[in-house]
């Protein structure tokens, strides 16, 4: 089922598949072992409900971590200065603000009497820019009516409404907006992920665990570069690090010691034989997407899945994608689409799935009438449909 979010549940992947930088092959015995590759975003609890840890968490404050590690030098930044490495405790002070908790709230069930149970959520994000744009991990925000930024600014508690603006299932990755105006208590400044090499010390920022653990810092090394990892059947690179990576963590900040951010803290393998094993998407990979995730998602207000050639066959109707609700003044109501109804062409294109209908959309602005074909009762229609944000 997909919503303009693209709604899904929470992922718990299984796999025994990875393959390092080097493409050596796993060692005699390891393929044998299956190991959970776990998107570490959301931690979950029924409203009213709370969130306990089982075990110890490894907490450092920004007093008690003074070592200076040193890692190929970078480019200079926009100043035209290179920077310096920093100890762990000045990383955090210049990062550990950009780094903020992101709190979401989904309707997880309908209960006995018919009313929706509300389940809370929480992961992390990254303040990009000065006009409130916070990049974080799609499977964070993905089914969320309700979001909200908890800064790390020493306001406890306080949140602050956010927006998703948009986002790319495929790469894991979404941007929200702040909706109130804020003083920001500091911007994230990018780093190069192509510049790093095993051995590289790193630092991660997030939220392990929920709220209470707002701002955590840990730290580790670089263990892989382009570590192919098999989520979802989709072939992504990683950089894989130690540094510890807990539920909750999902869109933190992986960071050089020159106190810029290098990856987007995303997933770990989860195991009973398995410890030190986490992933962050590389930064390069997100750079060229910024400027698409900045633009604002275009909505048609409908609940859809999609049929295929096997649903298609069984039920006797054509492949395209399948509305199940229409929101009530949404674009598509306004534009006559109704329940029932089947799209099978969008802007004079065949489309046979909400990710070809999407891709299209995308390439659209705000205001854009587009001509929306469907399959009504065995009979073609065509509406035009005004795509609004």
Same mark, same amino acid.
């Given at each position: 089922?997909?919503?303009?979010?693209?709604?899904?549940?929470?992922?718990?992947?299984?796999?025994?598949?990875?393959?390092?930088?080097?493409?050596?092959?796993?060692?005699?015995?390891?393929?044998?072992?299956?190991?959970?590759?776990?998107?570490?975003?959301?931690?979950?609890?029924?409203?009213?409900?709370?969130?306990?840890?089982?075990?110890?968490?490894?907490?450092?404050?920004?007093?008690?971590?003074?070592?200076?590690?040193?890692?190929?030098?970078?480019?200079?930044?926009?100043?035209?200065?290179?920077?310096?490495?920093?100890?762990?405790?000045?990383i955090v002070k210049q990062v550990g603000p950009a780094v903020v908790g992101v709190s979401t709230k989904s309707i997880s069930s309908i209960d006995m009497f018919g009313f929706p149970e509300t389940q809370e959520g929480m992961g992390s994000g990254i303040i990009f820019n000065e006009d409130g744009y916070i990049l974080t991990n799609y499977h964070v925000i993905n089914g969320a009516r309700q979001i909200s930024v908890i800064l790390n600014n020493g306001k406890e508690g306080k949140e602050i409404p956010a927006k998703v603006v948009n986002y790319n299932s495929a790469m894991d990755l979404a941007?929200?907006?702040?909706?109130?105006?804020?003083?920001?208590?500091?911007?994230?400044?990018? /780093?190069?992920?192509? %510049?790093?090499?095993?051995? #590289?010390? +790193?630092?991660?920022? @997030? &939220?392990?665990? !929920?709220?209470?653990?707002?701002?955590?810092?840990?730290?580790?090394?670089?263990?892989?570069?382009?570590?192919?990892?098999?989520?979802? /059947?989709?072939?992504? %690179?990683?950089?894989?690090? #130690?540094? +510890?990576?807990?539920? @909750? &963590?999902?869109? !933190?900040?992986?960071?050089?010691?020159?106190?810029?951010?290098?990856?987007?803290?995303?997933?770990?393998?989860?195991?009973?034989?398995?410890?030190?094993?986490?992933?962050?998407?590389?930064?390069?990979?997100?750079?060229?997407?910024?400027?698409?995730?900045?633009?604002?998602?275009?909505?048609?207000?409908?609940?859809?899945?999609?049929?295929?050639?096997?649903?298609?066959?069984?039920?006797?109707?054509?492949?395209?994608?399948?509305?199940?609700?229409?929101?009530?003044?949404?674009?598509?109501?306004?534009?006559?689409?109704?329940?029932?109804?089947?799209?099978?062409?969008?802007?004079?294109?065949?489309?046979?799935?909400?990710?070809?209908?999407?891709?299209?959309?995308?390439?659209?602005?705000?205001?854009?009438?587009?001509?929306?074909?469907?399959?009504?009762?065995?009979?073609?229609?065509?509406?035009?449909?005004?795509?609004?944000?």
């Amino acid at each position: 089922m997909n919503n303009d979010y693209n709604n899904h549940d929470f992922i718990d992947v299984d796999s025994s598949e990875v393959k390092n930088s080097y493409g050596k092959k796993n060692k005699k015995g390891m393929g044998k072992k299956i190991l959970s590759y776990i998107l570490i975003g959301v931690i979950s609890a029924s409203l009213g409900g709370t969130v306990s840890a089982i075990g110890t968490i490894k907490y450092y404050n920004n007093k008690n971590a003074k070592e200076e590690f040193t890692q190929k030098k970078p480019l200079p930044n926009k100043s035209g200065v290179a920077p310096v490495p920093m100890s762990v405790s000045s990383i955090v002070k210049q990062v550990g603000p950009a780094v903020v908790g992101v709190s979401t709230k989904s309707i997880s069930s309908i209960d006995m009497f018919g009313f929706p149970e509300t389940q809370e959520g929480m992961g992390s994000g990254i303040i990009f820019n000065e006009d409130g744009y916070i990049l974080t991990n799609y499977h964070v925000i993905n089914g969320a009516r309700q979001i909200s930024v908890i800064l790390n600014n020493g306001k406890e508690g306080k949140e602050i409404p956010a927006k998703v603006v948009n986002y790319n299932s495929a790469m894991d990755l979404a941007v929200i907006k702040l909706t109130e105006k804020v003083k920001l208590p500091a911007i994230a400044e990018f /780093g190069d992920s192509d %510049n790093i090499e095993v051995g #590289d010390p +790193a630092v991660a920022i @997030g &939220n392990p665990l !929920g709220k209470q653990f707002l701002g955590s810092v840990t730290y580790g090394v670089i263990s892989a570069v382009n570590r192919k990892v098999s989520i979802e /059947g989709q072939n992504q %690179n990683f950089i894989q690090t #130690d540094a +510890a990576i807990n539920p @909750g &963590n999902s869109g !933190g900040a992986l960071v050089n010691t020159y106190g810029q951010v290098i990856g987007i803290n995303s997933a770990k393998i989860g195991g009973s034989q398995v410890e030190g094993l986490g992933f962050a998407i590389p930064i390069n990979a997100v750079k060229p997407q910024i400027q698409n995730l900045i633009k604002p998602i275009l909505k048609m207000g409908i609940m859809v899945r999609n049929i295929d050639d096997k649903i298609a066959k069984q039920y006797k109707l054509p492949v395209g994608i399948y509305v199940q609700q229409v929101e009530e003044f949404s674009p598509a109501e306004k534009a006559g689409i109704t329940p029932g109804d089947i799209i099978i062409r969008f802007d004079r294109k065949t489309v046979k799935t909400v990710e070809e209908m999407n891709s299209i959309k995308q390439k659209h602005n705000s205001g854009d009438v587009i001509e929306v074909e469907v399959n009504r009762d065995g009979k073609n229609k065509t509406l035009k449909l005004t795509l609004s944000e």
